[in-house]
């Protein structure tokens, strides 16, 4: 189990440290920088405990000599001291070269890692989308680019010195005593070899857990505060408390478990360079009862040691860092590895639309793993221009229909145009431009209502946004509001009515201009006076529009050119709703009147039937008649 833990680990460490080096070639000429001048600065650390005991020695050997002794003595001890204040100047400004250029590479790596990961999530799949806690994705993201600056500084500024420090004052003490470089080699590698595993094996698996719940915890909070509607509707925030409360109880378990771990290895740590000091100062006091050393040896000695201490004292710091920030990472390198689900081809140009004819030609189609298809051998061809109804019962594949012309998901055989270009051969962006929907919830950004009307064409002047909204029944409302077009609208669009974000989505729309539309359910939940108002909208957008209306409301589809009615995935009745409605026994005439039941159920007198006889176009149909 230990091998398996410490195999996996080893994995993560290759991921992430293969991912940031990836990032580093990217600017070769400052790493080498960096590294150069931080190596320069370990060197004179190396080098000023010799320097310090060579001015010991000199001081000592002046003070037991003659005049001329003490001449050469001086002059030795000044050439010492003189050095020694210029490697302490010399670390302290290579160190600023350090610092200052690993500001500037850093900060471009996060800037460019942290706009590669919303690259790839924007073109992540539908079904991924839906899988994934918005909340959390952006957890993973942010936690990981400052988990990236720690790294940086971990690698760059602490481990390469340090590893360069233990080298070369094993080389310069087992140059003077081969023993003391034994116990100091021997010693720092049995330190640096020990805290990685520890690290690896023990603290890493923990911190993995600790981060998973981490990231739990920010999807749970991002989603009970981004339905904060939902739950003053129930009185339900005692009980989102409580379920906060039960996440919070697992990420308080294994971020403590995590904690002690790191606590148990720096004890680790401490114990080792409590016997690795033992080791040295014995050696060296051995070596002077031997003669075999001199007061100034000792204090060399002893000035390495102290040196090394705190080197080997921030090694066990740094690979627990190294650790952390990996760990705090892998979710955001496994996003550099997830697939995109739907990928432009090589070379896809984009589309060309301009009759807005579309084609299913034997299309079959089935959801992720499912065995059975939802579309098998389907074909249909809308023609430019046409206005089609899309009808049936919840899960018969309307929306699915819809999706597929987006090219949301990619089919399994056949092929799908728009005049006659393959939308499998084409960039999806492109393709998704040319084709305005209004969906059944529509999203508005927390902007304002110039630029959500504006996403459509963000060059569009107010003139051509105000046009557009005057065309979807919304400039009246947004001309009422005290900073009209300039009201933020709030996350989703909350600031606003169901109807009023509808009308806003139906103006995007108009600016959009495009030569495809959809409607997804658009006056589904509205109020009649709403819905009256958007279906105006809808009826002066569909002018000169291939145009695909999905309804239940059938109130919506009975004046379009042709209506489909779908039951799992196959068209099981087509024409207009005249013809639909005259189908004994037909599907479309069976919803068609149940609905029509439903809205005279109550009713006392004979104005709402009148409302009715509208709604249908033919009152003998009513009731049964």
Request: charged fraction near 20%; aromatic fraction near 6%.
């Amino acid at each position: 189990m230990a091998s398996k833990k410490l195999d996996f680990g080893a994995q993560a460490f290759r991921s992430v440290l293969g991912f940031t080096f990836n990032h580093w070639r990217r600017q070769p000429v400052r790493i080498v920088g960096i590294a150069l001048f931080a190596l320069m600065a370990a060197f004179a650390d190396v080098l000023t405990p010799m320097f310090a005991g060579r001015l010991v020695d000199a001081l000592t050997s002046g003070s037991a000599s003659g005049a001329s002794g003490k001449a050469a003595a001086s002059h030795a001890a000044l050439i010492a001291f003189v050095t020694l204040i210029g490697l302490g100047i010399g670390g302290t400004v290579l160190r600023q070269l350090v610092y200052r250029s690993i500001i500037v590479m850093t900060l471009k790596m996060m800037s460019a890692i942290c706009g590669n990961a919303f690259h790839r999530v924007q073109r992540f799949s539908t079904d991924w989308h839906a899988n994934s806690f918005a909340g959390s994705t952006v957890r993973k993201i942010t936690r990981g680019i400052w988990a990236l600056d720690l790294l940086n500084d971990t690698l760059l500024i602490a481990l390469l010195p340090s590893l360069v420090m233990l080298a070369g004052s094993t080389v310069l003490l087992g140059i003077h005593w081969p023993v003391m470089g034994v116990v100091v080699g021997l010693g720092s590698l049995l330190y640096v070899t020990m805290t990685v595993a520890l690290s690896l094996g023990y603290v890493a698996p923990a911190a993995r857990l600790g981060n998973l719940w981490d990231t739990r915890l920010g999807g749970a909070l991002a989603d009970a505060v981004s339905c904060n509607a939902v739950v003053k509707a129930f009185g339900a925030e005692e009980r989102e408390e409580s379920r906060l409360d039960r996440v919070i109880g697992k990420w308080r378990q294994r971020t403590r478990r995590t904690w002690q771990r790191g606590t148990t290895n720096g004890g680790v740590q401490g114990a080792m360079l409590a016997l690795m000091q033992a080791a040295i100062l014995g050696a060296a006091l051995l070596l002077w009862l031997r003669d075999e050393a001199s007061v100034g040896d000792i204090t060399y000695a002893l000035t390495t040691f102290f040196v090394l201490q705190g080197y080997l004292r921030d090694v066990g710091m740094h690979v627990r860092n190294l650790q952390r920030s990996v760990n705090d990472m892998e979710e955001l390198v496994a996003l550099e590895r997830e697939p995109l689900g739907i990928e432009d081809k090589p070379g896809a140009r984009a589309i060309d639309i301009r009759q807005g004819e579309i084609r299913f030609e034997n299309v079959t189609f089935r959801y992720g793993a499912h065995r059975t298809p939802l579309y098998r051998d389907f074909s249909l061809r809308i023609a430019p221009g046409e206005r089609i109804g899309l009808v049936g019962h919840s899960g018969s594949g309307k929306t699915t229909f819809i999706k597929l012309i987006q090219r949301l998901y990619d089919i399994d055989e056949g092929r799908i145009t728009i005049d006659g270009q393959n939308i499998a051969d084409v960039q999806q962006a492109s393709l998704r431009r040319r084709i305005a929907i209004v969906q059944q919830e529509p999203i508005l950004f927390h902007r304002s209502l110039a630029e959500n009307i504006a996403y459509a064409r963000p060059g569009a002047t107010l003139d051509e946004i105000v046009q557009a909204a005057k065309l979807a029944s919304a400039h009246e409302f947004i001309s009422a509001l005290p900073l009209g077009y300039d009201t933020l609208v709030g996350e989703r669009g909350v600031k606003l009515s169901g109807g009023e974000r509808q009308r806003v989505a139906i103006a995007r729309a108009f600016l959009a201009d495009a030569p495809v539309l959809i409607f997804d359910e658009a006056t589904s939940s509205l109020d009649s006076e709403s819905e009256v108002l958007i279906q105006q909208a809808m009826e002066r957008l569909m002018v000169g529009r291939t145009t695909l209306v999905v309804a239940h409301r059938l109130s919506t589809v009975r004046a379009l050119d042709r209506l489909l009615v779908l039951d799992k995935g196959r068209v099981v009745e087509e024409g207009s709703h005249e013809q639909l409605i005259r189908l004994d026994k037909g599907v479309y005439r069976r919803l068609f009147e149940r609905q029509a039941l439903e809205l005279t159920k109550g009713l006392l007198d004979d104005g709402p039937v009148r409302d009715i006889e509208r709604f249908s176009g033919d009152p003998s149909l009513i009731a049964g008649k």
